[in-house]
């Protein structure tokens, strides 16, 4: 997504999740979030897979989104759109969120 003619910077969100504790809450938010993620123009690099760990623990599953910059990220998080499916989260699953940015595009 990265694009050296707009010189934006892409974002990147990564979730973990560490723990399922309602695996119908957290079927509902698989279903609810990638609709919002499209919307604010988001793309899954990595969606739902099992990690396989090299060093350390890991959790669940992992999801990777690559946005076109960091306010579109924080846009769609902040957003009333994505709300019900961040409520849910909050209940259905332990997770870990992190957001970072991309490296600038060059020429």
């Given at each position: 997504m990265s694009?050296?003619?707009t010189g934006r910077t892409p974002a990147y969100s990564i979730t973990e999740v560490l723990e399922v504790l309602d695996p119908q809450g957290a079927q509902r938010y698989a279903e609810l979030t990638p609709?919002?993620?499209e919307?604010?123009?988001g793309r899954f690099v990595v969606l739902g897979a099992s990690p396989t760990v090299a060093e350390g623990e890991?959790?669940?599953a992992v999801a990777v989104v690559e946005w076109p910059d960091m306010q579109t990220l924080q846009a769609w998080y902040d957003s009333p759109e994505y709300a019900?499916?961040?409520e849910?989260?909050?209940t259905a699953m332990r997770r870990r969120l992190v957001f970072l940015p991309?490296?600038?595009p060059t020429a």
């Open positions: 694009d050296v003619t609709i919002t993620v919307k604010f123009g890991a959790g669940v019900p499916a961040r849910i989260a909050a991309g490296l600038a």
